[in-house]
């Protein structure tokens, strides 16, 4: 049967399609004639507006809170922070790479600082290009750690520079603000350099550091992964 | 709880659109402002708190989903999404076997008494979005066994014959009174009648 033509028929099969009663074969067919006919399926889509709103006509309830928990595993959501979660493993790729990178700066810098306190931590952080942006050093005889910019990093005055260290798992850690040039002196703690951290980073957060104790609140700017010297 | 400001459908396509690039903070807010109704729905559907969870869950995954193939300048986003959650609630029933218990009234007795006598219970006063509002006064001018046939094909998926079983009417007459109905209902709402 052609119904394009007939007008009344497609009017009273699309309201019938949408309120339910249009059933079996009858509704088969007509989802068959949905496929090819856009006018067909403006149809039905009027009549959703016009018939979907009996559903308010029941009250509201509230669901119980596992619902909500539900939904979030199930689509993976995490509390807040699911963007910087996900791009963990692209930054984790990446870190080796920079790592052979830094072994090479080892070398040079190793060789030169032979007085200077024990270096046995170096890492570069690299920029979206690869472009070196950081060489951290660290110390853990002393606990110190040295952030030294290469070059200079214009960050705007409401913002800071904020270094992070990824675990493999949980929350990044801070290890503090940093200066938008030349070299600021942090504490190396086992926070830092410990076994299960995957990957450091510098997020740009507003001035006085991320808001959120649980990592970065600001785009991730500079990464890189410590190599130990020694 | 304030429908007409929650249930703005602006701000309710705005956090679609956020759903759609994968923003979680807006969907939580649609989810904040759209879950209590659209549960309500499914379990007056359902007539099982866990079933209309499962449904209301499978929903909003389905709506985290497709947000991006939504399309606003075709259907409000309430309608959208409570034809996701009405396909949801009848699959589950044609899947489970279970028999939603179909008591005569398809609508809460507030709806109904406002349907009924518009003149003693006011639509106004119900929690009711401005599209529901329309349709509620259009009900209200079909006959009451009419709106009642409407209502229960609306929410619990049946056909002609299976309506005329569930008021003992004959098929031809549930038939009848159905196109009426919707002819007259799309009439009425095109007018924006106030009856």
């Known amino acids: 049967m052609n119904i394009r033509d007939n007008a009344p028929l497609r009017e009273k099969l699309a309201a019938e399609y949408v309120l339910g009663t249009l059933k079996g074969g009858a509704r088969r067919r007509f989802d068959g004639y949905l496929h090819n006919d856009a006018a067909l399926r403006r149809l039905v889509i009027e009549w959703q507006d016009r018939l979907a709103p009996m559903a308010e006509f029941s009250t509201a309830v509230q669901p119980r809170k596992q619902v909500w928990a539900g939904i979030e595993r199930r689509l993976n959501l995490g509390p807040a922070r699911a963007g910087w979660l996900e791009s963990l493993n692209f930054w984790r790729w990446l870190g080796v790479a920079s790592t052979a990178m830094a072994a090479l700066l080892v070398i040079v810098i190793g060789t030169r600082v032979l007085d200077q306190p024990q270096l046995d ?59 938008d040039k030349g070299e600021v002196k942090l504490a190396l703690g086992s926070n830092a350099i410990g076994d299960d951290v995957a990957l450091l980073a510098v997020s740009l957060e507003p001035k006085g550091g991320s808001p959120d104790p649980n990592g970065p609140t600001g785009p991730i700017l500079y990464k890189g992964a410590w190599v130990r010297v020694m | 709880m304030s429908d007409a400001h929650t249930l703005d459908p602006q701000q309710l396509r705005t956090w679609l659109n956020g759903a759609a690039l994968h923003d979680a903070a807006a969907f939580r807010s649609l989810y904040d402002a759209t879950s209590a109704k659209l549960f309500g729905f499914a379990l007056r559907i359902l007539g099982k708190r866990e079933l209309a969870e499962e449904v209301l869950q499978e929903s909003f995954v389905a709506i985290w989903h497709n947000a991006g193939s939504y399309q606003s300048h075709l259907a409000a986003p309430m309608t959208w999404m409570t034809t996701i959650v009405r396909n949801k609630a009848f699959d589950l029933l044609r899947r489970s076997d279970v028999a939603a218990e179909i008591d005569g009234d398809p609508f809460d007795a507030a709806i109904m008494n406002a349907l009924h006598d518009p003149a003693a219970t006011p639509i106004e006063a119900l929690e009711l979005s401005r599209d529901a509002k329309a349709l509620a006064y259009c009900m209200s001018a079909l006959e009451g066994l009419h709106r009642q046939v409407v209502g229960l094909a609306f929410f619990h998926d049946l056909s002609h014959s299976e309506v005329a079983q569930q008021m003992a009417l004959p098929i031809g007459t549930v038939k009848t009174w159905i196109r009426r109905s919707l002819e007259k209902l799309k009439a009425c709402l095109a007018k924006g009648d106030r009856p």
């Open chain 1, 121 to 179: 931590y170096v890492a570069t952080l690299t920029d979206a290009k690869s472009q070196t942006a950081l060489v951290l050093t660290g110390d853990t005889q002393h606990k110190a750690l040295t952030v030294r910019l290469v070059g200079n990093a214009p960050v705007a005055s409401d913002k800071t520079l904020q270094l992070w260290a990824v675990p493999k798992q949980g929350n990044p850690r801070s290890l503090g603000l940093l200066a």
